[in-house]
């Protein structure tokens, strides 16, 4: 079985529709996919439908932005009701959050001689609810002043970059919460990947395991190299996480992120699906 549980389509800041993702999830030769859209669910309904054409099996997921001490942290959520009110008024801040902050961000773009319009940006939106950092950056590539997505983050928008504006994220153990009430397992994304093994250290981490029941972690991942993965792997085994392996793929809006580039252990699974059906009976 190859299991892959963590996609992204053109519902948030990859290329494919979900209908694509989901073929092409096929034609690499995966038997389960996730999708996990950046807070919305709204990929899921149409990715279903693909799924069930093909014979794949579909995970309901969505990574949500979360904060702590001031950095950004992505927790992907498995199971979990799209249709739950406390976490979606909580997805709904975040997207206005994100959009809000777009005139800001051009503002500074602008100063910095890199300008685009909001038109341009709309461009490259898709069918996503929301407007983030990456599709600004696919505006400033298609207008030549940057040649990829990575050049505009590493010049202009990445955290603590010249054209960076912060916006509005809830602390990760909030998040867990809501996760859990919506019946849904909750995973770190990419724990230790860009520098972020300075603020979610490992004893935090295993605080978020034993304080506020985090159900695992992402160990294979693009952003880790085998150093962290192991590390990572030995801090899964000693507090109880399920460890998970996936591809961030974001179609082409991301290098090396093929799907199934990484793949999630058929047991590892297993354990996670068992904790969704446990979340799931507590709400
Ligand atoms: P936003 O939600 O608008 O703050 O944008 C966050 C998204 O930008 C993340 O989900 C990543 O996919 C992407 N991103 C963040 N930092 C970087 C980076 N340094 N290089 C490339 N992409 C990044
Ligand atoms: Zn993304
Ligand atoms: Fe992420
Ligand atoms: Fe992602």
């Known amino acids: 079985m190859r299991i892959d549980l963590h996609t992204h389509s053109n519902t948030s800041d990859g290329t494919q529709t979900p209908t694509e993702l989901v073929a092409a999830a096929k034609a690499a030769g995966l038997d389960v996919v996730a999708l996990t859209d950046h807070d919305t669910f709204d990929g899921l309904p149409e990715a279903q439908r693909a799924a069930d054409e093909v014979g794949l099996h579909l995970v309901r997921g969505m990574e949500m932005s979360?904060?702590?001490?001031?950095?950004?942290?992505?927790?992907?959520?498995?199971?979990?009701?799209?249709?739950?009110?406390?976490l979606g008024a909580e997805?709904?801040?975040?997207?206005?959050?994100?959009?809000?902050?777009?005139g800001p961000v051009l503002e500074k773009l602008k100063e910095l001689g890199v300008g685009v319009t909001e038109e341009q940006v709309r461009a490259q939106v898709g069918d996503s609810p929301s407007v983030g950092r990456p599709h600004?950056?696919?505006?400033?590539?298609?207008?030549?002043?940057?040649?990829?997505?990575?050049?505009?983050?590493?010049?202009?928008?990445?955290?603590?970059?010249?054209?960076?504006?912060p916006r509005y994220a809830a602390a990760v153990e909030q998040a867990i919460d809501l996760v859990h009430g919506a019946g849904g397992a909750a995973v770190l994304a990419h724990p230790?990947?860009?520098?972020?093994?300075?603020?979610?250290?490992?004893?935090?981490?295993?605080?978020?395991?034993?304080?506020?029941?985090?159900?695992g972690i992402e160990v294979d991942h693009q952003d880790h190299d085998q150093h962290?993965?192991?590390?990572?792997?030995?801090?899964?085994?000693?507090?109880?996480?399920?460890?998970?392996?996936?591809?961030?793929?974001?179609?082409?809006?991301?290098?090396?992120?093929?799907?199934?580039?990484?793949?999630?252990?058929?047991?590892?699974?297993?354990?996670?699906?068992?904790?969704?059906e446990v979340h799931a009976a507590r709400r």
């Open 66 to 86: 979360c904060r702590h001490d001031g950095h950004s942290v992505h927790l992907l959520a498995y199971g979990a009701d799209p249709h739950d009110a406390a």
């Open 91 to 102: 997805l709904d801040q975040i997207r206005e959050g994100r959009t809000g902050r777009l």
């Open 136 to 165: 600004i950056a696919d505006a400033m590539v298609a207008a030549g002043h940057v040649r990829d997505r990575t050049e505009a983050f590493n010049r202009f928008l990445a955290d603590g970059g010249p054209a960076h504006v």
């Open 192 to 215: 230790w990947g860009r520098g972020r093994q300075a603020q979610l250290t490992a004893d935090f981490i295993a605080r978020l395991a034993h304080e506020h029941g985090l159900d």
């Open 228 to 276: 962290a993965r192991q590390l990572l792997r030995i801090l899964a085994g000693d507090n109880g996480l399920v460890m998970t392996g996936s591809s961030d793929h974001h179609g082409l809006g991301k290098v090396d992120h093929e799907l199934g580039c990484n793949t999630t252990a058929e047991d590892q699974f297993s354990e996670l699906m068992s904790r969704v």
